[in-house]
């Protein structure tokens, strides 16, 4: 079975500035990692698939990248309703599609 | 548009059942897979579960194995996720999610917003 490791577990920091979440899958999983967001209360919401493709409506701030074991995604300035926790999943092979830990960015 | 709507979800005692339901409109139902997650009070995200577009396939989180049962009825776009035995450590909100990708297994495009499900005596 597949762990992914997320770091930080906390991201401290202001609107406007850029964050750099991080994603280590246990074992190659070549591009099947995914980024989803969640804010208090709701549901989360699929931000990017197959490590860098950005889903239906989501905004050119956000980026991913990486392949393998490595991946990362990227705010480029941080909005009010960015600060939020974020989870990434992978889909390599068959299920089960695991989930990270989560990585919480807080305003700092 | 996609909408997917859990529920079932209650107060149930430890070694208790309980079957959730996922209501989907928007979409062929039949044509896509669909999975389950469940998220722990103040916790993360877990997988819990998959199953194919025509319901002969199934995949669960070792935590619930034996345990979970997911169904669907395509004639009803219905998706179901039954629970026997439940323990404490199942207490969380439990989400359906459409798969990306249709009949090919993939990520979670739409989410439902959650039924709970507390096991406690």
């Known amino acids: 079975e597949i762990v992914l490791t997320q770091s930080p577990a906390t991201l401290s920091l202001s609107p406007g500035d850029r964050a750099t979440l991080s994603c280590r899958a246990s074992q190659p999983i070549s591009d099947y990692l995914a980024w989803y967001q969640q804010r208090p209360g709701q549901a989360p919401r699929l931000l990017i698939f197959d490590a860098s493709k950005r889903a239906t409506g989501i905004p050119a701030r956000f980026s991913g990248s990486g392949s393998g074991t490595d991946f990362t995604l990227s705010i480029s300035s941080l909005e009010p309703e960015d600060f939020a926790v974020y989870y990434c999943q992978h889909r390599f092979n068959w299920p089960p599609f695991n989930f990270g830990q989560g990585t919480k960015v807080e305003i700092k | 548009d996609v909408q997917l709507v859990e529920s079932g979800g209650d107060l149930v005692q430890p070694g208790g059942s309980l079957r959730l339901s996922c209501a989907a409109s928007?979409?062929?139902?039949?044509?896509?897979?669909m999975h389950w997650a469940r998220q722990a009070p103040g916790k993360g995200l877990e997988y819990v579960s998959t199953i194919n577009s025509k319901g002969d396939s199934t995949y669960y989180a070792e935590s619930v194995q034996g345990r979970f049962t997911v169904s669907r009825d395509n004639s009803k776009n219905t998706l179901y996720l039954h629970m026997v035995s439940l323990r404490g450590d199942d207490t969380a909100v439990y989400f359906c999610?459409?798969?990306?990708?249709?009949?090919?297994?993939?990520?979670?495009?739409?989410w439902g917003q959650g039924t709970l499900v507390i096991v406690s005596s």
């Open positions: 999610a459409r798969n990306r990708g249709g009949r090919s297994y993939d990520f979670n495009d739409y």
């Open positions: 928007g979409f062929t139902f039949s044509d896509y897979a």
